[in-house]
């Protein structure tokens, strides 16, 4: 009762959102100029895929840890992740292979302190009427980040100009981090800090059925999200599209991305449709990195990439709002799990897909069929999310 005369307070939401758009324009920077990276600090262009790909390879083992101090230190953790990719971004600046990997390990040790507190500043900075449109934004804004890296590596597309983006990254981060400091001066009031062993959140997180399922469902979607997003310029080169046209393709794909994350969740959520829109973003996936293997080319790449952006990224938000609510106090430690699965997921189809680089057909193919084999999986969480919806 006494949450219900609490005001949302936007502004801390508008913050999150600001840094978790650095993590992925930290992360994704390369992801549109893989060749041209790859010329630039001469190595291979699987080494400057490995730039994006430490990401998952390092939330996976951190994610776990990151939600348990989000649980019980959540403004310190959440604080530290911000500082830590600015830290990051700064590292880059030494403008050689060695200074970018090291500054990118730095910032994916930060990225799971942020993406995890999706759902704790939501449930502690905002009304519980205001919660799933503020899970909407702050993930929509983790995938504006992606528009701005890949608009970046399309304005800065050439060797000589890869330096630019690098400083325009590392003053966009720092000027995150320090809005974040400033508007998490004081605690969320909807939502106290639990002090609870780390144990037990934990316990309750890993011990939920739903949150098992959608652990194991994210891998695929996940993964196929990564390794597009890594390497759908080196894949689409070969069918002669150039890469600031790849850039472009991927900057389409996550603004439609934004724009259906900022919709379709309140909806979907409205309508109880969860299981029903991941079954149908999983299908048409598989059915455009089909289309991708067999027709490759500029009008292909724009129809099918865009529409898997419009379809897929939803439902990480859709995902993540059922966490919270199923999960409350434990909400950090449960979505460190689910980020932790999806990392898995990207990092081993990435693997499998950057061994493919050379050969589209085939890795477009592997991006095909991770996604039809989590259809069944989607299938399967109607009847759990059902009984969700279903008021006590």
């Given amino acids: 009762m006494v949450e219900l005369k609490l005001r949302s307070r936007w502004g801390a939401i508008a913050a999150f959102a600001v840094v978790g758009a650095a993590t992925q ?117 983790i995938f504006a980040g992606m528009v701005i890296a890949f608009s970046l590596s399309a304005i800065f597309a050439e060797s000589n100009e890869l330096p630019t983006m690098l400083w325009l990254t590392a003053i966009f981060s720092i000027i995150a981090a320090a809005w974040l400091i400033i508007a998490l001066r004081k605690p969320g009031e909807h939502k106290p800090e639990h002090h609870r062993p780390d144990r037990g959140a934990l316990k309750i997180a890993w011990g939920d059925p739903l949150i098992r399922r959608l652990c194991v469902l994210a891998i695929f979607p996940f993964g196929v999200f990564v390794a597009m997003t890594t390497f759908t310029q080196a894949l689409l080169e070969p069918a002669g599209v150039t890469a600031g046209t790849a850039s472009t393709i991927l900057l389409i794909n996550v603004v439609a991305g934004v724009v259906g994350s900022a919709v379709v969740p309140v909806l979907v959520v409205r309508h109880h449709a969860e299981a029903a829109l991941l079954v149908a973003s999983l299908s048409f996936t598989a059915l455009a990195c089909a289309a991708l293997a067999f027709w490759p080319g500029v009008a292909m790449g724009f129809i099918a990439i865009t529409l898997i952006g419009f379809l897929l990224l939803p439902a990480l938000p859709i995902v993540l709002e059922l966490v919270e609510r199923r999960t409350g106090e434990a909400e950090g430690t449960a979505a460190g799990l689910i980020w932790m699965a999806g990392n898995l997921g990207g990092l081993i189809v990435a693997i499998i897909v950057g061994l493919l680089v050379d050969h589209p057909l085939a890795a477009f193919l592997v991006m095909a069929a991770v996604a039809l084999l989590a259809v069944p999986g989607a299938q399967a969480l109607r009847r759990p999310i059902a009984t969700l919806n279903t008021p006590n």
């Fill in 25 to 141: 324009l930290v992360w994704l920077n390369f992801a549109g100029v893989t060749t041209v990276a790859a010329s630039r600090y001469g190595v291979s262009e699987n080494a400057i895929g490995w730039l994006a790909q430490v990401f998952p390879l390092l939330y996976v083992v951190l994610a776990i840890p990151a939600g348990l101090i989000l649980d019980k230190w959540f403004r310190s953790g959440l604080i530290a992740g911000a500082v830590l990719t600015a830290i990051g971004a700064l590292l880059r600046l030494g403008d050689t292979y060695g200074w970018l990997l090291a500054g990118q390990i730095i910032a994916s040790i930060a990225q799971p302190l942020v993406l995890n507190a999706v759902t704790g500043i939501t449930g502690r900075y905002l009304a519980e009427k205001d919660r799933p449109t503020g899970i909407a934004a702050g993930t929509a804004s």
